[in-house]
């Protein structure tokens, strides 16, 4: 650790010092060397440092930082994330989750290098938010191998399924819920941690960077595979959304643009470009991802999205630490640069869509790569269909509230959905149980309210309500392409008492549109209830200076503001004095009586609301 705190204070001075010489960021030519050792998971951290330092588009964090102590490697090491962009599509790339495939992310960090230091280049991607991982496994990076090494004291219970050895752990068959009683999944840290980031990010697509080994398709060396982890012809991709024709427009796109350039770096007149070996790994995080797995109850939505892998010629050697970059190996590594780039302008410009999915077996030129019947070597689960993906379709609710309320102002609950698409309508039914009074209910990103919250007693201090929110922006439907999270409408009820208040969601349907793509055959219920803890009640208009009093010393700011009326255009901006928590208290904050006008009738009301 001590290594990695020098060159970070190292690499930050030089940043320093070469921002205060150029009047703008300045890269050394960052570029990867024949000759000289294949770029190690310290390098690859100083080059993140150096980027992040000089780059205002891009953001290093660790996971540690972001979700906690918990979420480093195995060792103890720093899991990495670079932020890129800030765009709408959100997409998640990643090398060497097999600590020994280095030559994924020597051609990774030539495309995060000209992001950084290219701006028209990163013009192109300003529609995208990247989350790049250019090491998954520090651990097995380090010491050249394929898994981690799960810590003695957390070898609990039997190895799950095709994850290999303690020692040798596969974080690509870790990502499992534990749903078949089948051994248990997320058994290294370095699995939970990522988990986190998947279900905070909600990636809209997944790229996977792997080596292959070697092989030859009619004759020639094939120094590209393209994979789906989910067998395509099997039982559970096609179940899955419309993400089998994505992942294969995706492949056949991407291969269609860098089949020139792949061809040029090696000098052979054939494609070399193949499929990868049908596989249906559900431990794998390209098909867990697909599979939308709610592990803990982390991922409530059960977020899923498309995902695919490359895979770049070379045996798994080709990763021994300080092993020196051979000519031929920065060729394959440049393929990934190539597929990288290829993948996000794909995203950008939607063109991939177009491409006819079928077209995706055009690319396997040996033949060798569809076996009629996946082999039990290519699985990792048997023999049925191993989760139910039924709760993947349709749009999903969850109502959430603040943890403390009533500090403030009004309780509010919130109202979201999730993986909706023209949505006309939501109807919903549930019951508010706490020291609550109701307000009412307003609708957000275009819904509104058909009518007033229908109110009937449920017993026990608790009260039954429903109403519908109906889609009213435009003459349209609510969002033309699926949500992943959209507020879409907010309760707001009086706190009347301390102690806790619950709304819990009990009945919620979406009515989309009939007839076309649109159909919620089921609309579910994924966090039910909300609860928020009423610290403090509500503060007395009256109270101006917040004190939790009515007193002279409110009557002494009332009267800073005599005289103003509603038309002066500093009547809510205007600020003579801060209330007791620093806070400023304006001139229409006086007009207790809501007359538009601070005069001797407000002055009374407050004198007789006088606490002591
Ligand atoms: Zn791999």
């Known amino acids: 650790m001590k290594r990695i705190k020098l060159q970070r204070q190292l690499a930050c001075w030089l940043v320093v010092i070469a921002m205060a010489m150029a009047p703008c960021a300045v890269f050394a030519d960052v570029k990867p060397v024949v000759g000289e050792p294949i770029w190690s998971w310290y390098s690859i951290v100083d080059q993140m440092i150096e980027i992040d330092a000089a780059s205002d588009d891009i953001e290093l964090f660790t ?52 992001y950084a230091e290219d701006l028209a280049f990163r013009a192109q991607f300003e529609d995208l938010t990247i989350y790049a991982i250019p090491v998954y496994n520090p651990d097995g990076s380090i ?123 090696f000098g052979y007149p054939n494609p070399n470009i193949d499929l990868y070996t049908a596989i249906d790994i559900y431990g794998g995080l390209t098909s867990a991802v697909p599979l939308g797995i709610n592990y803990n109850g982390l991922n409530p939505y059960n977020h899923s999205c498309p995902a695919v892998f490359y895979e770049n010629e070379q045996q798994h050697n080709g990763g021994i630490p300080h092993a020196n970059l051979t000519e031929r190996w920065a060729n394959v590594a440049r393929q990934n640069y190539f597929g990288v ?52 379709n349709g749009v999903r609710a969850g109502i959430k509230a603040d943890a403390v309320s009533g500090i403030e102002g009004d309780v509010e609950y919130t109202l979201e959905i999730y993986g909706a698409e023209d949505v006309l309508a939501l109807e919903l039914e549930f019951v508010i149980d706490g020291p609550l009074a109701g307000i009412g209910v307003e609708g957000i990103n275009g819904f509104e309210p058909m009518a007033d919250i229908f109110w009937t007693y449920a017993g026990s201090g608790a009260w039954k309500g429903a109403v519908t929110l109906k889609y009213e922006a435009g003459d349209s439907t609510g969002f033309s392409k699926p949500t992943k999270l959209a507020d879409v409408a907010k309760f707001a009820f009086a706190p009347t008492g301390l102690g806790d208040a619950a709304m819990k969601l009990t009945s919620f349907r979406a009515v989309g549109l009939e007839g076309e793509t649109t159909r919620y055959l089921a609309s579910r219920i994924a966090i039910p209830e909300a609860l928020t803890t009423i610290e403090q009640l509500v503060w007395s208009k009256y109270d101006l200076n917040k004190d939790n009093s009515v007193d002279a010393l409110d009557l002494g700011i009332m009267l800073l503001y005599c005289g103003f009326n509603s038309d002066s255009p500093d009547w809510d901006t205007l600020v003579k004095v801060n209330d007791s928590r620093g806070r400023p208290v304006t001139a229409s904050m006086c007009d207790v009586n809501s007359d538009g006008v601070i005069d001797m009738l407000d002055l009374i009301d407050l004198f007789i609301h006088y606490t002591k």
Not at 343 to 363: M, N
Request: proline share 5%; net charge negative.
């Open 143 to 265: 010491r050249g191998q394929r898994g981690t090494v799960v810590d003695p004291s957390r070898r609990i219970g039997t190895l799950p399924n095709g994850t290999g050895s303690w020692t040798n752990y596969d974080l690509n068959r870790d990502w499992k819920a534990n749903v078949r009683g089948e051994g248990y999944a997320f058994g290294a840290k370095e699995s939970v941690a990522y988990y986190l980031l998947f279900c905070d990010i909600m990636p809209d697509f997944m790229l996977d960077l792997h080596h292959q080994g070697t092989k030859t398709t009619n004759g020639w060396p094939v120094t590209m595979t393209f994979g789906i982890s989910l067998y395509v012809d099997g039982e559970t991709l096609p179940f899955i959304k419309d993400y089998r024709a994505r992942e294969m427009q995706m492949q056949k796109y991407v291969h269609d643009q860098i089949l020139p350039d792949v061809k040029g770096l």
């Open 63 to 114: 996971l540690e930082e972001k979700y906690g102590p918990e979420c480093t490697s195995e060792a103890g090491l720093p899991l990495y994330v670079l932020k890129m962009g800030s765009g709408e599509n959100i997409i998640w790339i990643q090398a060497q989750i097999h600590g020994n495939e280095k030559l994924t992310t020597v051609g990774f960090m030539e495309f995060i290098w000209q």
């Open 341 to 392: 780039t290829s993948f996000c302008k794909a995203i950008v410009s939607g063109e991939y869509l177009s491409v006819d999915p079928e077209t995706y077996w055009d690319i396997n030129y040996g033949a060798s790569s569809r076996p009629a019947v996946i082999s039990a070597g290519n699985r990792d689960w048997n023999p049925a269909i191993p989760l139910d993906v039924s709760n993947l």
